[in-house]
């Protein structure tokens, strides 16, 4: 029989941790090539720039505060002076061109870095950190300032995936364990893990009260709750765009080679640092997150044609290939989130179904004005 021999021990090291996001199991955790080779666990140790793989809690936070897919920013040059080594910083998408006024859902689409920045302008520094720190990140060394758009400030990869986490299981703030249970050799449960489990159907016991008609699917949810409730940290309809808009990234935009898994639930994020030297995935659905990383322990160049895409996505798909649950999972759309038909260009919303236009997701509260009104 034909055997396969390495020739050549790779430099490169990747990591991967995935997460039941309803009650934060570890359902896999790769750290590097081996333990026999490092004991470096990177997927827990190992802080790296996740670079536009943070985008996602961007956006989220954005779309709380009232900027939404539709809203219309300019992706054009900038040049920025007030950081903290004082040098002058002139930011620029991958692909060094820049495409004028961009809505919200095409700029996270196709992670551009400029549009990034101006949302977070209008968000404000202050009111992003304290989003993060909401959702469990750790922000006491952030640096305060707007490379915060572009993922500058490091975490594990298993701090994104507990992030990505919140925004699969609908904004529920969940904490990653692996033991579920110990037990003696005469099968006695000497320890059973009882994490705080997301669950929006359990809310306040009010489904009865706050709702006219009360679904099946919600009451088998909420008894069949085995455990505390975890906190919600995350609006559910910010979690329901932005997971709307992570879905094109994977439909036609930076994460589109996951469409070989000819799925229509799965959602996700690219990420390449500067260099590039550390490259990230992050994608899930109602059931299953992952997180994939790829780097250099001594942060050498990857290469300059290596991206999220190209180097952490295929990893991301081959294991979700074999791990995720063949039936497909839609997510509900909340109440409170309103669909409408706006205008490709503009953003504004349109009567009828116009050439150009195209179906759009919004707050109730923040819905666009009609186009010429």
Sequence with gaps: TRQWRLTQVPRAQAALVSLDPTSGAIRSLVGGMGFELSKFNRATQAKRQPGSNFKAFLYAAAIENGITPATLINDAPIVLDNLSNDEIWRPENDSGRFYGPTRGRDALTFSRNLVSIRVLQRLGIPRFIDYVERLGFDTSTMARNLTLALGTHAFTPLEIATG???????????????????????????????????????????????????????????????????????????????????????????????????????????????GPRDAWFSGFNASLVTTTWVGFDDYSLLGRREFGGTAALPIWIEFMRE????????????????????????????????????????????????QGD
């Design 164 to 274: 990505y986490a919140i925004v699969a299981n609908g904004g529920f703030k969940v904490s990653p364990y692996l033991i579920e249970r110990i037990e003696t050799t005469d099968g006695e449960v000497v320890y059973e893990a009882m994490p705080a489990l997301a669950c929006a159907a359990c809310e306040g016991e009010n489904l009865a009260a706050d709702t006219e008609v009360v679904r099946m699917e919600d009451i088998l949810e909420a008894s069949a709750l085995d455990g505390p409730l975890a906190p919600r940290v995350m609006d559910a309809r910010a979690s329901f765009i932005v997971t709307s808009m992570l879905q094109d990234v994977i439909q036609r935009g930076t994460g589109r080679r996951a469409g070989a898994l000819e799925r229509k639930d799965i959602a996700g994020k690219t990420g390449t640092t500067n």
């Design 323 to 370: 791990a995720l649950d063949p039936e497909q999972t839609p997510t509900p759309m909340p109440e409170g989130v309103v669909r409408l038909r706006i205008d490709k260009e503009t953003g504004e919303r349109v009567r009828g179904s116009p050439e150009n236009s195209t179906l759009e997701y919004f707050l109730e509260e923040f819905l666009p004005a009609y």
